[in-house]
């Protein structure tokens, strides 16, 4: 039987949110093409994807391909429960439109992921154990709302810059949260450049909770030079400290084995912050497809165990 997983991947291949100035002059039409015709079944979202629900899909549709979710900017860390459900209703509405199963929750609160001065070493930090019981509790709330009232599960994204960036953070969060309202966004590349020099071994502990995927990922020499001269995280993008799928040190096929002996049924995302100037991305888009595929096919033969 089959491993009933879908390979979709992250406009920012072609072009950067964050960094406009990575690609930005690259239409949507472009990315959606390219990515079809690579192999990729679905789409996460950016800025230059229509802003409603029914757009959206027939945009996608134009291409042949389905949203798989989208980036939402949580602030939970500093803000209310009450504030983030008006703050959501969009946004949601648009993924429920869509199917999606899973809502991509980023904490951005007191982040610097998006400040290109700010060394990753200012990221901000709870304070102490009570702090960080009373942002679990919120997230508990947030993701029972989600679920109630638009069939989706909060997928948490362990990001660099963000309060939940190192492996003791995301063993931290996991242990305060109820794993039936908040689910784990396991990144592949964050958790390297986070500290988990072994992602797998983070990523078996976390097994269970691991609700959707973003494959990158890393060149360790860039990771190096981005810690001892005190990069941000934005510095480090343009400077290639991710990559895709097959085209780093990590070892996809430990990361997908895992997967498939925990039972994941999901979407596997190739993600990965580049320069397209530098990294283009349709040769890199066919890289991360092609080392995924692969993967899978093996496992569906029985050669990969």
Known sequence: MNWPVRIGINPISWMNDDLPSLGGETPLEKALAEGREI?????????????????????????????????????????????????????LEKLKYNDVQ??????????????????????????????????????????????????IRLAYHHHMGAYVESPQDIDRLMSLTDPAKVGLLFDTGHA?????????????????RVIHVHCKDVR?????????????????????????????????????????????????????EQDPAVAPSYEFGVKGYRTLRSIIDRIDSGAVR
Not at 113 to 129: E, K, N, V, Y
Request: include cysteine; glycine fraction near 14%.
């Open 39 to 91: 192999g990729y079944e679905g789409f996460e979202l950016g800025n230059k994807f229509p802003k409603t629900g029914p757009a959206l899909k027939a945009k996608l549709a134009e291409f042949g391909v389905v949203c798989v979710s989208g980036w939402y900017s949580g602030h939970l860390a500093e803000g209310t429960v009450a504030d983030e459900i008006v703050r959501c209703r969009e946004h």
């Open 192 to 208: 390297w450049y986070g500290g988990a020099s072994d992602p797998v071994a983070l990523l078996k502990k976390h097994l269970p």
């Open 102 to 151: 899973v809502l991509v929750y980023g904490e951005v609160a007191g982040s610097i992921q998006g400040q290109i001065d700010t060394p990753l070493s200012r990221r901000p930090r709870f304070a102490d154990d009570a702090a960080w019981k009373a942002y679990a509790s919120r997230l508990d709330d947030f993701g029972a709302h989600v679920a109630a009232t638009y069939g």
């Open 220 to 272: 360790p020499n860039v990771i190096a030079k981005a810690r001892n001269e005190g990069w941000s995280f934005l510095k480090g993008v343009i400077n290639g400290t991710f990559t895709m799928p097959g085209d780093g040190v990590i070892d996809f096929d430990a990361v997908l084995r895992t997967l498939h002996g925990g039972g994941y049924r999901g979407w596997l995302v190739v993600e990965a």
